[in-house]
């Protein structure tokens, strides 16, 4: 018998069957499939390419491309880690000639913001404001952790700050500032799950500068615990050190 009216009887007899999906088959490691996997790929790549144009909010950036992808899945979307390692090779690939030097004023400017904050919270030196001893500046987010680019800010934070003492510097040194609320969702803070901080929104030598006030650290970490892209934050004297030796 003829080889190809073999093969031919075995099909119309249906003994050829879809491959199953087996040992090396492949699947996400988000529980989906191939097109799965490449879908989130896609939305995290289109939303460091965002936070690269401006949009530094991780959450906004993350369903603002779902959105331009007509993607509704939840389940799609990835985690700010990956966002920010999909920025890193975004920023190296697109800014490796301006972004470095971008990054390296803005922690310049960072380290005086944050020595000008602690000398400020100790009374200043011409107008003195009400001694706060607690009066410590961390620097956290972006300019911290190397994805700073034109369109990011100087993200600092004190705890255990009072308003009252914080609006008396800046409005005495004739800072202008805008106030905003940050609502912060915590699954351990007590005794309100949202927590209301308040934000300074300033510039400091042309730069864009963020203060968040918290009440205290454990309000803080709670907001941002270990694992949170936000966790990691240093003070004034760590700064120095891990900038000193990058500049």
């Known amino acids: 018998m003829n080889s190809n009216k ?6 119309n007899a249906g003994s ?6 087996g040992a090396n088959s492949f699947a996400s490691p988000f529980g989906g499939d191939r097109a799965s996997l490449q879908l989130r790929t896609l939305i995290t790549r289109q939303a460091a390419k965002l936070i690269a144009e401006g949009l ?3 959450h906004c950036a993350k369903l603002k491309a779902a959105r331009q992808l007509n993607c509704s899945d939840k389940n799609a979307l990835p985690d700010n880690h990956e966002i920010e390692a999909a920025l890193r090779e975004h920023l190296s690939l697109f800014a490796a000639n301006t972004q470095p030097a971008v990054l390296a004023a803005l922690r310049r400017v960072a380290l005086r913001a944050m020595r000008w ?8 030196a011409n107008q003195p404001a009400p001694s706060n001893p607690v009066f410590e500046p961390w620097l956290t987010g972006a300019v911290l952790n190397g994805t700073a680019n034109e369109f990011s800010d100087i993200e600092l934070e004190l705890v255990g700050v009072e308003t009252k003492i914080m609006e008396f510097i800046l409005l005495n040194r004739g800072v202008a500032f805008e106030l905003a609320d ?16 308040i934000q300074y929104h300033l510039e400091f030598e042309d730069a864009p500068v963020v203060i968040t006030l918290y009440d205290s650290h ?3 970490q709670a ?11 240093v003070k ?5 050190a891990l900038f000193n030796a990058n500049l």
């Open 16 to 21: 050829v069957r879809e491959p199953r999906r």
């Open 236 to 240: 004034l004297t760590e700064a120095e």
């Open 56 to 58: 530094t909010d991780y």
């Open 6 to 11: 073999r093969r031919s009887d075995r099909v």
């Open 117 to 124: 904050l602690q000398i400020e919270g100790q009374g200043g």
């Open 223 to 233: 907001l941002y615990p270990r694992g949170s892209i936000k966790h990691e934050r």
């Open 218 to 220: 454990a309000q803080r």
């Open 182 to 197: 940050s609502n912060a969702v915590s699954r351990s803070y007590k005794p309100a799950d949202t927590t209301k901080n």
